[in-house]
């Protein structure tokens, strides 16, 4: 069994603990972190699967009605010549032949990857290194398009990709400790739904088990059934 610091454990006797989903669990999951410094709010989620679709990867992305953690560090791989100045500005990166070699050479200082459709062939090679970080533009998630201006815009007011491993699990996060229990609501309300849809299943077929925690600190397991009652 792992050992628990003395920090995590009276963090614990400190806060009721219970899987009754409702708006107060978020600030009790608040409550649990341990960090001294100000980290995320993470949700784990199982997804269900049979035997027949186990391997399939649960993609898809969210609009969260909060901001979700820092401003995005996004990287534009494209041979436009044709960017306007204020469009420029909305991208911390821009380029091409020099970025795909940087990234070959390790470099991952972003959060985001948009690329322009003509350039993917030249940067499918860099799939191997940005797939497994969800990183590879991807035509589905509208990050591989022309409209530059208007999918920069919509990741900046809070659209956010996640992704399932190949165990059907969704890690990713709903806002930070900063956020109020009424953000954290809300968000994560739009995540679940967000999988809802991208299933295609009914909701009670989709979930196996939902966890809740701050970056560092003890995670809640919900109770699936009350978060159905009100999606």
Not at 8 to 14: A, F, S, V
Not at 64 to 79: A, P
Not at 116 to 134: E, F
Not at 150 to 175: A, F, L, M, P, R
Request: net charge positive.
């Amino acid at each position: 069994m792992k050992k628990r610091s003395k920090k995590y454990i009276t963090k614990l006797k400190e806060n009721t603990i219970n899987n009754v989903f409702n708006i107060d669990i978020f600030d009790t999951v608040k409550n649990l972190s341990i960090s001294n410094f100000k980290g995320s709010i993470e949700v784990h989620i199982s997804t269900l699967s049979s035997k027949k679709d186990n391997k399939q990867i649960i993609r898809g992305s969210v609009f969260y009605k909060n901001k979700v953690g820092k401003d995005k560090k996004i990287l534009l791989l494209t041979d436009r010549k044709d960017l306007s100045e204020k469009l420029k500005k909305e991208f911390d990166y821009i380029g091409l032949d020099e970025y795909i070699e940087k990234i070959q050479s390790g470099w991952t200082d972003f959060d985001l990857v948009i690329a322009t459709p003509n350039v993917m062939p030249k940067i499918a090679i860099l799939g191997k290194i940005l797939g497994p970080k969800s990183l590879m533009p991807n035509p589905k998630l509208g990050t591989v398009t022309e409209d530059l201006e208007g999918t920069v815009e919509k990741y900046k007011s809070g659209k956010y990709d996640y992704k399932s491993d190949q165990t059907g699990t969704i890690h990713t996060i709903i806002g930070n400790i900063d956020n109020t229990k009424e953000e954290l609501y809300d968000n994560f309300i739009e995540i679940i739904k967000s999988i809802i849809n991208i299933t295609g299943k009914p909701s009670q077929s989709v979930f196996k088990t939902i966890y809740i925690c701050p970056t560092m600190g003890a995670s809640l397991k919900l109770n699936i059934e009350d978060i159905i009652k009100v999606i």
